[in-house]
């Protein structure tokens, strides 16, 4: 069984997603912790609700980032996960801890990426004029956002598109695309490292699509 730790810092939608997978048995994996920055973040919520291990690490008791990294990751390292998903965690990590742990980490972006790394992907995507948008799962490096890309999922942009209904139209695409590569995670099928990504024994040429 696959154990996943997940950071996160916001609502939990992915989090509650990956945990409704599990019990359904639709995901062959067990979250062995939930981390998040904030206290009131509906992730810890939802984990202590599913009764998962929930740890806030408050960033006010740490003098420096480097200092909460070490703490946070003290605490991730202690459930012995084999990845570390990062699910709307809204702290760039540093790049010591993100180098020591390379092959281990992954996050769910609402982009297209290489387009619109970093915040407001929705707004920069529709004043950009695009007609597609979409979400990424990459491989965390020590760059933002700018690991390689394991997998994305599409949505065509609708005229009368704002940056929130772009963003609630998304969101259950996003749910599906992380489940689905944490199956294939689950299954043996999806390696990766800081430079190259597996399916099947293949190396990707181009980010699987999940639409
Ligand atoms: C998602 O849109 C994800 O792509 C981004 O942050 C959001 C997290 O949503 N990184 P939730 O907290 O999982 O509901």
Redesign the pocket.
Known sequence: MVRIAVL?S??????LAMIDAIQRGELGACIVGVFSDKAAS??LAHARAAGIHAVHVDPKTCSTRADFDCALFRAVDDCMPDLIVC??FMRILSPEVVAARVARII????SLLPNYPGLHTHQRAIAAGDIEHG?SVHVVIPALDAGPVIAQTHLMIAANDTAESL?AR??PH?HRLLLQVLRWFAEGRLRFDADHIHFDEHKLTAPLRVD
């Open positions: 996160a916001g609502r939990g939608s992915n989090l509906g992730a699910a709307g996050n769910i972006h609402p979400a963003a998304l969101l996003e």
